[in-house]
């Protein structure tokens, strides 16, 4: 061993030390609760329980918001990275700013500041009233949490699609615009193929934590909507059912270790393709 | 040198780093391991001169703890939990050997029966009698024989309204499911709570393991769903002053303070009857010091320190001593005290069957997911 990588290996090890004890150890304990039953005997019917009813709609439900909660953030984030692009770098660095100084404020802290906006007699309903248009009740609904989640979760999709966007050269879309492409057609055709590890990872980013909140969910959906990570929050909480709860944990973890899995093959395929163009631009230096 | 110098290091550091890890996975074996067991030997002559006590948040006089201190030479540490959930874990954690906690009937139920509890030993303390005989006879449900538990404070479950926005006082349940005020309800989120509220209004008693009244308590809160507005516990409070909804669910002691910010806020116990709780001190298994923990329980049954805390919490006690020195209006205030005929039809908590808890569980996960 060099003294170089040993001295890697020094730099590595408290990362090493939290992975073992705050990811490892907990997850095997997980592993340990959802295969045994409470006399300690091996059993599958907790991860079989993801079937009962209940189960399936809560995670239904999950997916589905989630879906919506990622559809809309992507709907924000590109365009909105279009126009950063676009925009001188001062106001880029404000935009970035914008986007990043909220997230350093505790996120509890924020979704409350969404329970006041949106409640009956909420800041939303006053100016609604103001400017005489009908009230509306999004308080304690699916669509809150909806707007809790893409709030929150926003700067995970905007990040990487940002700097994908950055990423790609002004020749590129000078040589398209040069062979008579249009805004749409060089939108579409050059930057979001190019673009496209930017927006899987932000895509991954942003469905995973949705897909297992249950903060968000609590507070801003009067408890009327149950997503899996509530049904898991309750097992292990109020009934006290490590087992199921450790369960449900496990499948919820299929469900992200597939999402990873996608995003980390795409990627993989982008770097390869980016490689092979190297070399071939090489070549024909050459 | 240097380089020798540096790899000793850091072996030292990887050294040591393991330690950590070993004795971490210790800790861990031995945390799970002692989850299951009994609970663990008092180590002999512990600490004599102070107690460790859990309590709810802003559920006693602090100033007390000096009082205390001066009269017994006993230092009182103070910790703090929201919910008889987190006690519960707190607690069992092990990381705190607690020597009192105060919580819910039903969590002390649990504890007795896990064993965790330590008799209490009435016959040695001056004050114990300072608590109403009534009060015993309540907490007969969750500790028959009154051997392991002590009344602290008690309240009841009802009907927090806004009278500017109910067209006629609410005097019974029928006011949450019968639909007049639709999206104007706020239902607790407490499990147990809810289908009290439903078993109650349907003539049942809120302890039934009857599953058949309890089917129909769930087919009534099913109904019931589209109508309210959110489920909570903790908020309600703020919700009904923030004018949010006309109806409530809500404990007693909420009730009063939410009056204090709103005086349209009122306050009423269903006719059909409620829960009556119970919150009471235990003495704990882990607790290193029991006499001193005892003569902390005495001394909170002497009618001074009974009246200190009272000031802070404003919920009924049970301090006979103490109530009958209290001012006639606060005595009568409806707020404070229930009137008795109010709470005939209402019951405590007894603990249930594993059997009914878990069939409660899975109804309310359906209800919920609805």
């Known amino acids: ?286 | 040198m240097r380089s020798g110098n540096e790899f000793k290091s850091g072996g030292a550091l990887i050294l040591s780093g393991l330690v950590i890890l070993i004795l971490m996975g210790t800790f861990i074996v031995c945390w799970v391991a002692e989850s299951g067991s009994d609970g663990v030997e008092i180590a002999p002559g512990g600490s004599k001169d102070s107690i460790i006590v859990l309590n709810y948040g802003e559920y006693m006089e602090r100033d007390i703890f000096e009082t205390f201190e001066e009269e017994t030479g006993i230092k009182v540490y103070y910790d703090e939990a929201a919910t008889p959930e987190e006690m519960y874990a707190k607690y069992k954690g092990g990381a705190i050997d607690y020597d009192l906690m105060c919580t819910s009937d039903y969590m002390i139920e649990r504890l007795i029966a896990e064993g965790e509890t330590r008799e209490i030993d009435f016959d040695a303390m001056e004050y114990a009698d300072n608590i109403d005989e009534r009060y015993y006879r309540l907490s007969e449900t969750f500790d028959p024989g009154n051997r392991y538990s002590l009344p602290y404070f008690w309240g009841t479950v009802g009907l927090l309204y806004n009278s500017a926005k109910v067209k006629e006082v609410p005097d019974s349940w029928d006011v949450i499911f019968n639909g007049d005020y639709s999206g104007d309800i706020f239902m607790t989120n407490s499990m147990r709570d809810a289908y009290m509220c439903a078993l109650k209004y349907l003539g049942y008693s809120l302890n039934t393991e009857n599953k058949e009244e309890i089917d129909e308590a769930q087919r009534l809160l099913l109904n019931q769903k589209k109508d309210v507005e959110a489920y909570l516990v903790d908020e309600i409070r703020e919700e009904m002053v923030a004018g949010n909804a006309a109806v409530a669910v809500c404990y007693s002691g909420e009730a009063y303070l939410a009056n204090e910010y709103d005086p349209d806020l009122e306050y009423a116990v269903p006719k059909e009857g409620t829960n009556l709780w119970v919150d009471s001190w235990c003495i704990l298994n882990k607790g290193k010091n029991p006499e001193g923990a005892l003569k902390f329980l005495d001394f909170i049954c002497r009618e001074d320190i009974a009246l200190l805390n009272f000031e802070v919490v404003y919920y009924p006690t049970p301090n006979r001593a103490l109530y009958e020195s209290l001012p006639e209006d606060i005595r009568e205030d409806e707020y404070v005290f229930p009137p008795e005929d109010s709470i005939v039809n209402s019951e405590v908590y007894a603990p249930l069957s594993q059997e009914t808890t878990e069939y409660y569980g899975e109804l309310w996960k359906e209800l919920k997911v609805e």
């Open chain 1, 1 to 286: 061993m060099n003294r170089a990588s040993q001295k890697r290996t020094l730099l590595a090890f408290p990362y090493i030390f939290w992975i073992i004890a705050f990811t490892l150890i907990p997850v095997l304990i997980l592993f340990w609760y959802a295969f045994t039953d409470a006399e300690g005997a091996f059993t599958l019917k907790y991860l079989a329980a993801v079937f009962q009813k209940v189960h399936l709609k809560s995670l239904w439900m999950s997916v589905r918001l989630s879906f919506v909660c990622t559809v809309l953030c992507l709907l924000i984030a590109y365009p909105l990275s279009l126009c950063m692009r676009s925009l001188k770098i001062s106001r880029k660095w404000m935009l970035t700013t914008i986007v990043i100084i909220p997230m350093w404020m505790n996120f509890v802290l924020r979704i409350m500041s969404w329970q006041l906006i949106l409640s009956k007699n909420g800041i939303l309903n006053r100016l609604f009233s103001m400017l005489s248009l009908p009230p509306q009740n999004l308080a304690n609904s699916g669509a809150a949490i909806v707007i809790g989640m893409v709030y929150d979760f926003l700067p995970f999709m905007l990040l990487p699609i940002y700097n994908s966007v950055m990423d790609v050269e002004e020749d590129v879309l000078e040589a398209a615009r040069d062979l008579g492409a249009g805004t749409l057609t060089v939108i579409f055709k050059i930057l979001v193929p190019l673009n496209r590890p930017g927006i899987i990872s932000g895509i991954t980013m942003v469905f995973v934590p949705a897909l297992t909140t249950f903060a968000i969910s609590d507070m801003l959906g009067g408890g009327k909507v149950m997503l899996i990570g509530n049904i898991i929050e309750q097992e292990f909480l109020n009934t006290m059912n490590t087992h199921l709860g450790s369960g449900l944990s496990l499948i919820l973890m299929v469900f992200i270790l597939i999402g990873m899995l996608f995003s980390f093959r795409l990627e993989r395929d982008q770097e390869e393709y980016k490689a092979k163009s190297t070399a071939e631009k090489e070549k024909e230096l050459c």
